[in-house]
C-alpha cells in the first residue's frame, strides 16, 4: 500500500469527531482513494484511530468489529441496533469534516 494513501486515510478518520460517523465512501472521497482501499486500510492500519467512527454506507461493521464498537458507541451516544448505528442520526457534518480533513492533510504531498 501507498503510505501516502495510508496516511491520508488515517487523518481523515482521526477528524472525525466523537458522536459522529463517516462512512468508507466518504472518507474514500477526501482521501482521493476507493472505499475498498479505505476498509482495507482500517483492517491493517486502523487501530491506533478512533475506527468505530467509520461505517459501511448502511452504517454497518462486520459482526466481530460491531461486538467491539458498541462500548465506544455507548460512550459517545451513538444510537445503534445490533452491528448497525444509526447513521442518518450520527453523520458527520461533510462541510465542517472536509475542512478539518483539510488542514489535517495540509502538510501532506498532494495526490
Not at 46 to 61: C, D, F, K, M, T
Not at 78 to 105: F, I, K, M, Q, S
Amino acid at each position: 500500500m501507498d503510505d501516502l494513501v495510508v496516511e491520508r486515510v488515517l487523518r481523515c478518520c482521526e477528524c472525525v469527531p466523537a458522536g459522529r460517523l463517516a462512512t468508507y465512501g466518504m472518507v474514500a472521497r477526501l482521501a482521493g482513494t476507493s472505499p475498498r482501499l479505505v476498509g482495507r486500510i482500517m483492517s491493517v492500519y486502523g487501530a491506533n484511530v478512533s475506527w468505530w467512527r467509520i461505517v459501511n454506507a448502511r452504517g454497518e461493521l462486520p459482526a466481530a468489529l460491531a461486538v467491539r464498537a458498541r462500548p465506544h458507541w455507548e460512550d459517545e451516544e451513538v444510537a445503534h441496533v445490533g452491528t448497525r448505528a444509526r447513521l442518518p442520526e450520527h453523520r458527520v457534518d461533510e462541510a465542517t469534516w472536509a475542512a478539518a480533513c483539510v488542514t489535517a492533510l495540509a502538510d501532506l504531498p498532494a495526490r
